[in-house]
């Protein structure tokens, strides 16, 4: 028996929950994988999983056992990372998830750029629309936008998300016609406000006051998203004014389709953070990423 191999499945069957999941990322058959586990079961003469139609769950056994074979599942693959160090080359895999807007029109080109100064390595890039398990999705590193929740997770902090609030020009134009354009925050209850639900204030909008002080304002509107897509494609249709990371519209900016209102008035910007499982932190393809990301971001208007 490949007793690491086994190790590593055993793993990998905890934190994804299922036989299924596992067997379709080692191109393999439930039964095989179900197979190892129980050869591992017999090899150590203990009761390690305890198996239903519908649920897994670890045996006391299985807990202790689990988390000795995370720590040295993980161990192993970092030796054999200093190994790879040693030829001056990254190798394999990385699996990297972000937002879908984020890693669209943010993300992505610094994603080549890696590829190209590391072409050892191969990049599984998953977009997502929420946050996701790390562990269970097998993801080494995630940008995340916005307070973290308190977790396990190891965090890097490399960057803030500049936000504005902005309409349409003919949403500007009708409304300036009306002489109801908003020169103050409170001026948004007024207005038609589009509300991306991915953030935990959702409709409460923060702004740092001319003064220095903060104010809040809770908005109504028509419509709410968990896509910013959807928030960019609802600005430029006129549904109303979104409060967003001016990643999703300066270009509208630049061409003058799009205006950032209420000058003077800054949005509070959020946190940009890389987050990993604690396991992978030291894995030399998580750093460099980790330092190449920082590095390009250090120079974009819209992360600082």
């Known amino acids: 028996m490949d007793r690491l191999g086994a190790m590593q499945t055993f ?31 017999k090899h150590l003469g203990a009761k390690l999983l305890t198996r239903t139609t519908r649920t897994l769950a670890l045996t006391d056994d299985g807990q202790r056992y689990f988390e000795d074979a995370r720590r040295l599942v993980a161990e192993v693959t970092e030796a054999e990372g200093q190994l790879r ?11 990297l998830a972000s937002s879908v ?9 610094h994603v080549h750029s890696f ?20 562990v269970e999705h097998g993801i080494d590193v995630a940008v995340r936008i916005g307070n973290l929740a308190d977790s396990t997770l190891v ?3 490399i960057g803030r998300i500049r936000r504005a609030v902005v309409a349409s020009r003919a949403y500007v134009q009708a409304a300036t016609a009306r002489a109801a354009m908003p020169s103050i925050p409170e001026h948004l209850k007024q207005h038609p406000c589009i509300v991306y639900t991915e953030l935990r204030s959702r ?13 809040s304002v809770r908005v109504e509107g028509p419509l709410q998203t968990n896509a ?5 494609a609802a600005v430029l249709d006129g549904v109303g004014i979104a409060y967003s990371p001016t990643w999703l519209f300066q270009d509208l900016i630049d061409s003058g389709e799009v205006q950032a209102l209420l000058p003077g008035w800054e949005p509070s910007p959020l946190p940009l953070h890389l987050v990993c499982p604690p396991e992978r932190r030291q894995a030399a393809k998580v750093r460099a990423f980790s330092e190449h990301l920082a590095s390009a971001l250090a120079n974009c208007a819209m992360c600082n």
Do not use: M, Y
Not at 85 to 95: A, H, I, T, V
Not at 101 to 109: H, T, Y
Not at 115 to 132: E, S, T, Y
Not at 203 to 215: C, E, K, R
């Open 11 to 41: 793993v990998r069957v905890v934190e994804t929950g299922s036989f299924s999941a596992v067997a379709r990322e080692q191109s393999s058959t439930q039964s095989a994988i179900s197979k190892q586990v129980g050869a591992l079961e």
């Open 85 to 95: 160090r040693g030829e001056q080359q990254l190798r394999g895999w990385l699996r």
């Open 101 to 109: 807007g984020f890693g669209v029109r943010v993300l992505r080109p």
């Open 115 to 134: 590829l190209a100064a590391h072409p050892g390595v191969k990049i599984d890039l998953r977009l997502n629309g929420g946050f996701i398990d790390l």
């Open 155 to 157: 965090a890097r902090r």
């Open 203 to 215: 409709n409460l909008w923060d702004f740092s006051t001319p003064d220095g002080s903060s104010v």
């Open 228 to 232: 910013s897509d959807i928030v960019r």
